[in-house]
């Protein structure tokens, strides 16, 4: 990733900073709640709990991609000549499709509800969950409403009011879930407490977004058939493309609830929660990063962004390739730290899945240079190819493996998938693959050979009943992993001398703006 310089540098570092630490507020509000609702609702509620959220998150992937393509829209004029009255009416599109989408999904799940809850074994929490999925369609609904200001939010990289709010949100929800589940509240509960803190975060992010850019409210009115074409051709591709991970986490819920019962799909659930602690830093340095790049392209053409492609995957390899194999050597005694016993199918799915992920948040740079050159259909091959793959393999290697066959099915398929796309993508483009490859491998093999080493030495390393014990092993295999890894890196040159003086700069920002703010 080039080095920030100046004000553009100092507000991606900033930005990047905020949204990351609103998603580790985040994902450690979910740490919290996790386990306390899994206890009272028990293994059969709680894997309901997770099919009915996975089958509304797939509702929430017919949004049509307005999301990235108004981001995309306000990021672009903005840096140009500022807003336009077209502008204003995509987002005013936006707002519609939202609407429309929540009673087109209401109508959906009314017509096939009793057909979903005999597929999905509900038994005799049926009336249950029918009630709490009304109350997630209306968070469903206010994530639809939500999306033209968030995308003004993004656009004009107004992360910090974008971080607060989700913060707030996060503490928020986290409190009424404890609250509803320590009262006695079942499914039905949850689900009001959940969709009744998803419309309080989306009145706050429109007030925001009014407030700071009226210019930029959305407003209904006529678009040309070029313009809606071309947002809705953008925002098309990149659904299809971003999609495809969440189709293929909630395929795998759907169909080991269909063919194993809930409580084997929550319990795999636990495992992928986890996992996902993985993304969360790429994850949002990615989604900051998307904005920023249009912008610089704009200056620094084709030779900032192939610069900018290869440094963001070095820095991105770095990172996820140790956290990967550390992750899989700690998987086990993890899930027992976090839920304070043993969860059937939980710790294999994460060792299972880890290394695919990796590989996938890591090609994340490929798909931000697409996005920015206007091609996101590069993406669209690769990401129905890891659908196809994953329907394809789920039931032969189910047969043969049983529920741990359905996480193995989406790994394969994620990593043909990404080695597809890599190439495609090099190839479209016309780069060359020997500079991404000679990127990968270091990171790659460091991460490989400091996770088979630590694996190896599990049987010296302690461990043992109870979650004192299981901290203890988490943090040995886990630092052993990675302090192996890093010593590999440093000695094939990470980081470079100029990211090292980057990094004691940003070091020396931090600790001036934390003593500013202790002296105040």
């Known amino acids: 990733m080039a080095s920030p310089t100046g004000t553009a540098g100092g507000r991606l570092a900033r930005n990047t900073l905020s949204m990351l630490g609103a998603r580790v507020v985040m994902a450690l509000a979910g740490l919290v709640t996790l386990p306390i609702v899994y206890q009272h609702l028990g293994p059969k509620a709680f894997g309901i709990w997770v099919l009915l959220t996975g089958l509304l998150a797939i509702a929430a992937l017919f949004d049509l991609g307005l ?301 931000i240079v697409a996005r920015v050159e206007g091609r996101p259909g590069l993406e669209t091959r690769y990401v129905l190819l890891s659908v196809v793959l994953n329907v394809a393999l789920t039931v032969p290697l189910l047969i043969f493996a049983g529920p741990l066959g359905v996480p193995t099915a989406t790994a394969l398929a994620v990593v043909l998938a990404t080695a597809y796309f890599m190439a495609h993508f090099h190839q479209a483009t016309a780069r060359p693959m020997r500079p991404m490859l000679r990127t990968l491998w270091v990171p790659t093999a460091a991460a490989t050979v400091a996770g088979v080493i630590t694996a190896a030495l599990v049987g010296y390393l302690p461990d043992g009943p109870g979650r004192s014990c299981a901290a203890l092993s988490v943090v040995t295999r886990a630092g052993l992993t990675l302090t192996l890894a890093a010593g590999l890196l440093m000695l094939c040159g990470y980081p470079r001398a100029d990211e090292r003086a980057w990094l004691r700069s940003l070091a020396g920002r931090v600790r001036s703006t934390l003593a500013t703010g202790v002296h105040r």
């Open 67 to 367: 999301g990235s393509a108004l981001v995309r829209e306000v990021a672009s004029v903005n840096a140009q000549s500022g807003p336009s009255e077209v502008i204003r009416r995509l987002l005013g599109l936006g707002l519609a499709w939202g609407l429309i989408l929540g009673g087109l999904t209401f109508s959906a799940l009314a017509a096939s509800w009793p057909w979903i809850a005999h597929l999905l074994r509900l038994g005799e929490l049926t009336r249950d969950a029918w009630h709490a999925a009304l109350w997630l369609l209306l968070g469903l609904v206010a994530n639809g409403v939500e999306l033209p200001w968030r995308a003004v939010l993004e656009g004009v990289q107004r992360y910090g009011t974008l971080a607060l709010v989700s913060t707030a949100m996060a503490v928020l929800g986290a409190a009424l879930t404890i609250a509803v589940v320590r009262l006695g509240g079942g499914l039905v509960a949850l689900a009001a407490a959940t969709g009744a803190t998803s419309a309080i975060r989306t009145i706050l992010l429109a007030a925001a977004a009014e407030h700071r850019h009226r210019n930029l409210t959305p407003r209904w009115g006529r678009l040309t058939g070029h313009d809606v074409r071309r947002i809705g051709g953008y925002g098309l591709r990149v659904q299809v493309s971003s999609g495809a991970a969440a189709v293929n986490v909630e395929l795998d819920r759907l169909v080991l609830g269909g063919f194993f019962g809930p409580a084997v799909a929550g319990n795999a659930d636990l495992g992928v929660r986890l996992l996902n602690l993985l993304r969360l830093p790429p994850g949002f340095a990615l989604l900051v990063l998307f904005p920023a790049a249009v912008r610089r392209t704009v200056t620094g053409g084709r030779a900032w962004l192939d610069t900018f492609y290869l440094d963001a995957t070095r820095h991105l390899a770095a990172f996820l390739a140790p956290a990967a194999a550390a992750l899989m050597v700690a998987a086990d005694p993890l899930v027992r730290l976090w839920l304070g016993e043993p969860v059937p199918w939980a710790a294999p799915t994460i060792a299972v899945l880890a290394p695919a992920y990796a590989l996938n948040l890591i090609m994340g740079a490929a798909t």
